[in-house]
């Protein structure tokens, strides 16, 4: 028989609990967000001013008076060459932004001496994981609106798509997208450091995925690698949701891949995160700094 | 079953040695930096070990407070770290409040209260109450009873005050006794304290240590590890003094003591120390475990010796110190204390 303590314990476990814990996480890192006020220039300065290199390139090679715009709406079937470059950039952006905030959230704990304190709990450890990806999600999400608004605004930049549709295919894409920072999150805890690998897939997702130009134009071997990448589904199905007025049938295709792809790579980060739970266990790598 | 509060029977952790710090007698027999492969067969060599614990027992009663001891890399933290579940033990078993720490882990996780890493454990961005409110849910604390819990432990470490503030805002001592709070939110019966007074102010530290002989009075279990003698003479019921991943002695603090009873201690204060000095002190017959402390930034040096008989040996002691620039400035024959029983067990000061 196990003795009894004379101190009784208030804790409660149980389902509310768990959810309770995970909420925590989520207000938590909410709070901590908002506290450096550097994200409102990630907000509102950041999306205008990191396509315009792009946007600036593509009215020189077009000519002054657009002339040269016919081989570019030949190519994409769209007319509206900003609105199709400031998607493919927020994309990027986006996945760029996850493999940096997400990637690296449990190594900043790691750093910050706060990732053991949390690992002691009794909590399921993937709530921390996720949770911390919820803000960054709205955060995105509000940079996305932004964007849109700055565009249309500013830029002149005519969304004559669907905007329910629009925001179907960036839910379709949040599994596959997040996915990839968890697999990512697991990979830098594990190796401490991991900015040349964030520096690739950035690369890769730039340079197969058409962030500015159309996939057509690439030599047929790079048009078979970026059909394995999802970002290639999301740019295309935002594209066309955001800037034609195709409807559903144009997307289907984008929104097939995307939850397949987001069921992968969900799967995978979760393999990963386990795998480098089990690991730090025997080595010891979450006190590691 | 067990009926202890904390039970540990021959716990072991290895880790894989870095190039030249494996274990002398690597498990292969290999050299300590092993070739991994060997073309074109694929053959892979097992790794050097580190053996970091090396078969501690321990068996913690409920409502004590035991001090484990030990130099930097003796393996105490080590330990502490399978106890809470962060680390897997490669050998041995293991439970704590009656659970197994790697079958039962989040069982034991849910019966300790743990300080590792102090000040460090906590959110500087989030003030005090928002890092126990946060912690109160992470340890499944029902949230009506979490905000009267949080409320009586602010008032309780007199951080009523502060407790709006963002933590960044803090002194050390106060973030320790949030990080402390934080171990006790849950009202744990173990709790693990590593180092809780480290980098505190004396006052704090003495608040601290009134604080834990408290904690004990309410019932709870404390695991204390600490550098500082003095402390865990204090507090502890009884203390396992742990050297190179062994638990070398477990005793009470009086029962330590009165091993080195026939023992004195020499204790000198001198300026103008060098290390050839070392060589002749301990070649004086009877005079055994030299230990040096430098007294701040000046030319000031504690040396400390342990000799059979004080009278016979202080001639010649002071015999060798005297010339080469070397100056006597004060000297005292005192009493054993739990440094000197460390000192004679390890051959070592706990600071090494």
């Known amino acids: ?289 | 079953m067990t009926d202890f509060a904390i039970e540990a029977r021959q716990l072991v952790k290895k880790f894989p040695a870095r190039a030249g710090t494996g274990d002398k007698k690597a498990e292969s027999g290999s050299s300590p930096t092993p070739k991994r492969r060997v073309w074109p067969f694929h053959k892979k060599e097992p790794k050097a070990m580190f053996t970091a614990v090396n078969g501690v027992d321990l068996q913690i009663e409920r409502g004590e407070i035991f001090g484990l001891l030990g130099p930097n890399g003796a393996g105490k933290s080590t330990t502490i770290r399978m106890l809470c579940t962060l680390l897997e033990p490669t050998s041995g078993t293991a439970q704590v409040n009656g659970f197994d720490i790697v079958r039962q882990a989040n069982d034991v996780r849910r019966s300790l209260g743990t300080v590792l890493a102090g000040e460090r454990s906590i959110y500087w961005k989030l003030t005090g109450r928002e890092n126990l409110e946060y912690f109160a849910a992470l340890y499944h604390i029902p949230p009506a009873i979490a905000t009267k819990r949080v409320d009586e432990l602010i008032e309780r470490m007199e951080l009523k005050e502060r407790a709006n503030e963002l933590v960044e805002k803090y002194s050390t001592g106060m973030r320790q006794r949030i990080a402390i709070s934080k171990a006790l939110l849950a009202r744990p019966p173990i709790l693990l304290l590593d180092e809780p007074t480290l980098g505190l102010d004396p006052q704090a530290a003495r608040n601290l240590r009134e604080l834990i002989a408290q904690l004990k009075q309410e019932g709870h279990t404390i695991l204390l590890t600490t550098h500082y003698m003095e402390e865990a003479d204090l507090l502890s019921d009884r203390i396992g003094i742990i050297d190179t991943g062994k638990v070398i002695a477990l005793d009470t603090p009086e029962g330590l003591k009165r091993r080195i009873d026939q023992k004195e201690i020499i204790r000198l204060e001198l300026t103008g120390w060098h290390d050839d000095l070392a060589g002749k002190l301990k070649s004086i017959s009877g005079v055994e475990n030299l230990t040096t402390r430098q007294q701040g930034e000046a030319d000031l040096w504690e040396v400390n010796l342990q000799a059979q008989n004080s009278r016979a040996a202080l001639p010649r002691i002071v015999e060798h110190i005297s010339g080469n620039g070397t100056r006597l400035v004060n000297m005292n024959i005192v009493k054993p204390s739990l440094e000197d029983v460390f000192i004679h067990l390890t051959g070592k000061a706990l600071r090494d």
Request: proline fraction near 3%; hydrophobic fraction near 55%.
């Open chain 1, 1 to 289: 028989m196990r003795s009894e303590s004379s101190v009784k314990s208030l804790a409660v476990p149980g389902i509310f609990a768990d959810v309770q814990a995970f909420w925590a996480v989520v207000s938590r890192e909410w709070v901590i967000f908002i506290r450096y006020p550097s994200w409102i220039i990630a907000l509102f300065i950041w999306p205008v001013i990191f396509p315009m290199g792009y946007i600036l390139t593509a009215r020189a090679l077009s000519g002054v008076d657009g002339s040269g715009l016919t081989t570019f709406q030949n190519t994409t079937g769209l007319n509206e060459y900003v609105g199709y470059i400031a998607v493919g950039t927020m994309i990027w952006m986006w996945q760029n932004i996850v493999l940096w905030a997400v990637g690296y959230s449990l190594r900043n704990e790691q750093l910050r001496g706060t990732l053991e304190s949390n690992w002691l709990s009794p909590t399921w450890r993937f709530s921390y994981l996720l949770g911390s990806s919820i803000p960054q999600l709205v955060s995105m999400l509000m940079l996305m609106l932004v964007s849109g608004l700055e565009y249309a605004f500013l830029f002149r930049v005519h969304f004559s798509g669907s905007l329910w549709l629009t925001l179907l295919v960036i839910l379709a894409a949040i599994p596959s997208v997040y996915g990839i920072g968890f697999a990512f999150a697991s990979l830098v805890i594990t190796l401490k450091e991991a900015n040349a690998f964030v520096f690739l897939v950035r690369g890769i997702v730039m340079i197969f995925c058409g962030i500015t130009y159309p996939l057509a134009i690439l030599p047929a071997w790079m048009q078979s690698v970026a059909q394995w990448l999802p970002q290639t589904y999301i740019i295309h199905g935002v594209r066309t949701a955001a800037l034609s007025t195709a409807g559903f049938s144009a997307i289907a295709f984008d929104l097939k891949m995307l939850v397949l792809f987001g069921i992968f790579w969900l799967a995978v980060g979760y393999f990963l995160f386990n795998m480098m739970e089990r690991r730090a266990r025997q080595t010891g790598a979450i006190g590691q700094y």
